[in-house]
């Protein structure tokens, strides 16, 4: 198992977790290979997506080589499910709520735990509970001023929007302190289609624009 600090550098170095909810094992599979291929390493595998678990634990089998692919687990509701990822290998953990025993699991394998947070009380929970990242989901109704607002009172949290990022609005969201951001229809949408050639120039454009990003900073 990575550590939970090399988890984390991972996914910030990533900077785009590339949100994979396929219609069978196979099309999820596929999605996350072309959004790989792309420059998107990050991979939040959907458990909404048929045996999720497998194919999470296909990617870690496949990718074990290259530091920089860290595929973790999405839509995870209760405590079984994250474990079920866990044992499957799934680098950090992605709920689009908060869930305490969800969070106390995750501490204790010491896996990250990034739930989705919409109000000043439920970051302040995910935090005393140890939350790693805190999710801010939707983050097209959020919206980006969202994040210099709660970090006033939380400065030491983490912040990942969720939900509404795409090529154009992505700068918007690192310049407003984003950790790192989710994307998903915009990303890999194609993917749902069969389309996996333009999940792949998808991801390039992201990737470019975040180093493009990165380096005016």
Request: glycine share 10%.
């Amino acid at each position: 198992m990575l550590p939970k600090y090399e988890a984390l550098k991972a996914v910030e170095k990533a900077g785009i977790l590339a949100v994979v909810r396929g219609r069978s094992e196979e099309n999820a599979y596929k999605i996350s290979k072309a959004s790989i291929k792309g420059g998107v390493k990050a991979i939040e595998l959907a458990f909404t997506s048929p045996n999720a678990d497998v194919t999470i634990k296909h990617l870690n089998e496949e990718y074990a080589e290259d530091p920089e692919v860290v595929v973790g687990a999405g839509t995870v509701l209760d405590p079984a499910t994250a474990r079920m990822a866990m044992v499957a290998g799934a680098k950090f953990i992605v709920s689009p709520s908060y869930n305490e025993e969800v969070a106390k699991l995750c501490n204790l394998y010491a896996v990250p735990y990034m739930p989705g947070c919409f109000t000043p009380t439920e970051v302040q929970t995910a935090l005393m509970t140890g939350a790693d990242v805190v999710k801010i989901f939707p983050g097209a109704i959020a919206g980006q001023k969202m994040i210099p607002e709660l970090q006033g009172p939380f400065p030491q949290a983490n912040i990942m929007p969720s939900g509404g990022v795409s090529l154009d609005n992505m700068k918007d969201w690192f310049k407003a302190g984003a950790f790192c951001v989710g994307a998903g229809g915009s990303l890999v949408g194609p993917g749902a289609d069969g389309d996996y050639d333009q999940v792949t120039e998808n991801a390039k454009k992201f990737h470019e624009e975040l180093l493009r990003i990165r380096n005016e900073k």
